[in-house]
């Protein structure tokens, strides 16, 4: 019987898409437009006061494609912050006009192939501990996919011995040290949380480099003979100094 491997848990995940109203929007008089927009603000102040006590982190997407309009994507260490804050959001003005579509749920992952923090989830070596609670990277474009491995009849990720996953493990790795500088990525668990089993974010300066990068780890076996990929969605990072210019009719 093939072992699992211990993974190692850090920060909670939400990644909330959007779809904007804009047909309402415009029929809003301006005051109250206004209005909406600064206690947007407030809100997304008040989450980098969060992130600034190192006790979570978010980013906001322009959605690119027809899927949505916004992509939120949170970290915080519990799953009731995320509904909490998710909530914050409904409540709002600007609440009203952002349409929930997709959301994948997750915990930031690393999985132990090499076992220096054996039963330690959660309570960690400083290194790890920054990876498994990381400031998401302000980056000008994200991508989000979630993920599977493949469990058919003779690509059984699940059935493989530790060592074949800790090697083709490695390989990927190596696939992705040749992005440094150009691909950051967070990778985070859903197995039992949502329907896939990994969450994929990445952050690049250049979108170009998803395309690269995505198309070069299918030629990797972990990836060529035991991943599934579910939607994609590409985003254009939205700083809080462009939120009244998004907004703005
Ligand atoms: C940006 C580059 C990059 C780098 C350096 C990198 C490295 C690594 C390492 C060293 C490890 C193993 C230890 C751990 O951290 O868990 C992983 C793990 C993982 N990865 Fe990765 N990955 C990258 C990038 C990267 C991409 C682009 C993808 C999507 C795959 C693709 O084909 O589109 C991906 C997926 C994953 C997944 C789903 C896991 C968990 C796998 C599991 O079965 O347990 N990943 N990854």
Partial sequence: MA???????GWSSLHDTRTFDW??????????????????QGLLTKWEAVEEEKNGSHSVY??????????FFFL????????EIKRDIN???????????????????????NPMAEGKDREIDPRLEALLKPIIPKWEHACFYPMARRRWKDANWFEISKEERTQLLYAHGMT???????????????????????????????????KKIVYEMRFDEVT???????????GNYLPKEDVATYFEL
């Fill in 224 to 234: 060529s003979k035991y991943g599934e990929f579910g939607d994609f969605i590409v």
């Fill in 23 to 40: 047909p309402s929007w415009k029929m809003t008089p301006e005051q109250e437009r206004t209005q909406a927009i600064e206690e947007f």
């Fill in 176 to 210: 992705g040290r040749k992005y440094a500088g150009k691909v950051k990525e967070i990778i985070t668990g859903s197995i039992g949380l949502d329907e896939w089993e990994w969450g994929v974010t990445l952050f690049a300066h250049d979108p170009l480099q998803f």
């Fill in 62 to 71: 322009k959605v690119v494609g027809n899927k949505a309009d916004l992509m």
């Fill in 91 to 113: 409540k709002s003005k600007i609440g009203d006009y952002l349409i929930p579509g997709y959301s994948y749920v997750s915990i930031v992952e690393k999985t132990m192939h």
């Fill in 76 to 83: 915080r260490p519990t799953m009731e912050e995320l509904e």
């Fill in 3 to 9: 072992e699992a491997v211990v993974t190692v848990d």
